[in-house]
């Protein structure tokens, strides 16, 4: 059984050292590392419209980070978040701009959530399903399911459902916009959903059989099939968990901000929530700390860009996951 202590350490130290290093690397500018990181804090959780920004990034990368954590507890390394977060985003998007206008908005907001979860859930199955009955590798499959899905939304927005000059898919209903926390902020109410889907993660991973289970299964898959559970079903049922979280971030992009599918919008997503769940040791309740971090982080380094280059923190953030990589107990 893993000691808490070194559960503590391993994060606290990569993080310093990513700290150490990007102060050196604001050195090198020209610039007080102090400073910087002073100016970092008041620029984000000094002010409204700062926090509301640090809050909304949060969110999209506590559920990215939950659909990796969730399959590599079943020891499945589900690198498909990008393509799943993009089908969810998508469906969301047609769904909710094709929903009747008299739909009822909480049933309005709960379809079209759950339309792109559903996309996402049956992406990641797709890549469950090729490992159980061909043996194929997930992180091969969900690299390529990646370029595919990428593909697939790209030809239709283009080539059908994009308005006229320009790159986006008509505005969804009203009726399925998640209110903003406060005015001028891109921080919604989907927060709630991000922090019960994590609590769900953890409920279903440590409180049910179901989540012992899949657990036994990624610790020992041979010794999981003789005692008579069906690891391929848990391949299955993790996949598709992680699927459905990634699709869901489209309740934060889709219905709570951008209100409409538009080229680009998921860039990076999926690989900065690898990022995330590999600093929380894929424990869904540290997920909430790391994606804070890692949320801080983006928007920080955004912030201070006109004193020193933002590349800066995004270098940062590689440093923090090599270490953790690095000093994780085999």
Not at 2 to 23: D, E, H, M, W
Not at 24 to 39: D, S
Request: net charge positive.
């Amino acid at each position: 059984m893993q000691k808490p202590l070194p559960r503590i350490v391993t994060p606290a130290a990569a993080i310093t050292g990513g700290l150490l290093l990007s102060a050196l690397l604001i050195m090198a500018a020209g610039r007080n590392p102090l400073a910087m990181y002073a100016k970092m804090v008041s620029m984000t959780f000094g002010s409204t419209y700062g926090t509301g920004q640090v809050i909304f990034r949060t969110t999209t990368l506590v559920l990215a980070g939950l659909a990796v954590a969730i399959p590599f507890r079943a020891k499945l390394f589900n690198i498909g978040g990008e393509g799943q977060i993009l089908a969810g985003a998508f469906t969301a998007a047609v769904t909710a701009a094709f929903l009747p206008s008299w739909t009822p908005a909480p049933a309005a907001i709960a379809i079209a959530a759950l339309a792109g979860a559903a996309a996402g859930s049956a992406m990641g199955l797709s890549a469950g399903l090729l490992k159980v009955r061909y043996g194929v590798n997930e992180v091969i499959s969900t690299i390529m399911l990646n370029f595919i899905i990428q593909g697939f939304t790209s030809y239709m927005l283009t080539n059908h459902l994009a308005l006229p000059s320009t790159a986006h898919t008509p505005d969804i209903i009203d009726a399925t916009i998640i209110p903003a926390l406060w005015q001028h902020s891109p921080a919604n109410y989907s927060v709630l959903l991000a922090g019960g889907t994590t609590l769900a993660g953890y409920f279903l991973l440590f409180r049910t059989r179901f989540g012992f289970e899949m657990r036994a299964c990624g610790l020992n898959a041979e010794a999981a099939a003789h005692a008579g559970i069906d690891t391929g079903m848990h391949t299955l049922y993790a996949m598709a968990a992680g699927g459905a979280a990634a699709g869901l971030v489209a309740a934060n992009l889709v219905l709570g901000y951008r209100h409409c599918f538009e080229a680009g919008l998921t860039a990076g997503i999926g690989f900065t929530g690898i990022a995330v769940a590999l600093l929380a040791k894929a424990h869904p309740l540290w997920i909430l700390p790391s994606a804070l971090l890692f949320g801080f982080m983006e928007y920080g380094g955004l912030s201070v860009n006109a004193y020193v280059p933002k590349e800066i923190f995004m270098m940062m953030q590689a440093v923090i996951i090599i270490m953790v990589l690095v000093m994780q107990k085999k």
